[in-house]
């Protein structure tokens, strides 16, 4: 999905942080792309129960978390915080 096609940002994103593991495995230009999606409201590869939760919790202010690969197939997440004041790209294994 090329970043001219994401529609406009559906919530603020606060602080953008990435763990030291994260930003060792992946690229800039998946960082990027990942929280350009996850901005927009497309959750990646969550299964059908989170993705409906994703969406009650835009509605009620509730932790937002997306699943993507990287242009190489490492799996990440990005979270963002109940109160909008961070988001945080991380490895699974991270958490």
Known sequence: MSAESLP???????????TPNASCRLTTEDILLGIRRHQAG???????????ENELSLQEGFRLLSVYHSAKGVKFWIITEADRSASTVLMPDDY
């Open 8 to 18: 406009s940002a559906k919530f603020k994103l606060g602080r953008v942080l990435t």
């Open 42 to 52: 497309d959750w990646g590869d969550v299964n059908d129960e989170d993705r409906q």
